[in-house]
């Protein structure tokens, strides 16, 4: 996985509620943890996610195949602000991801909003899906 140029605040733990932003069934995850990460990198600390991570969650709302089991959801906006390389702070309404399979793909055929930059960076199949890449 590629790193992007952002310093991003990472401010999404475990149990955090993130909207589904495509058409994928899902409606509503709940955070469970951080995919690929490790721990928190100190002891007793929770590892937190952000934008243009991968992490799982399950199902709150939606579709009966997805309800209550685990999937890989993308996180592709959160209310923190990420601070960009040429000193421009921008954050989003919501805290929201996409789901996506085992090889990243994106399980839906659409994203509804706007998807960060640093997403497709890290992810460029996503781009073409999204309706807007700000």
Do not use: W
């Not at 919501?94 to 998807?115: F, H, Q, R, S």
């Not at 997403?119 to 807007?132: P, T």
Request: aromatic share 4%; net charge positive; charged share 25%.
């Amino acid at each position: 996985m590629k790193g992007i140029s952002t310093k991003v605040m990472k401010t999404l733990i475990p149990g955090t509620v993130l909207g589904c932003a495509d058409n994928s069934g899902a409606y509503e995850f709940r955070m469970i943890h951080l995919i690929g990460k490790g721990g928190g990198g100190r002891h007793g600390k929770q590892a937190t996610a952000g934008i243009g991570d991968l992490v799982s969650a399950s199902v709150r709302k939606g579709s009966p195949t997805y309800l209550k089991k685990p999937v890989r959801v993308l996180v592709i906006r959160q209310k923190a602000p990420i601070r960009r390389a040429n000193g421009m702070r921008m954050r989003f309404e919501d805290n929201a991801g996409i789901m996506v399979g085992e090889d990243n793909l994106p399980v839906g055929t659409e994203i509804k909003g706007a998807i960060a930059r640093e997403v497709v960076e890290r992810f460029v199949k996503v781009a073409g899906i999204a309706s807007r890449i700000v």
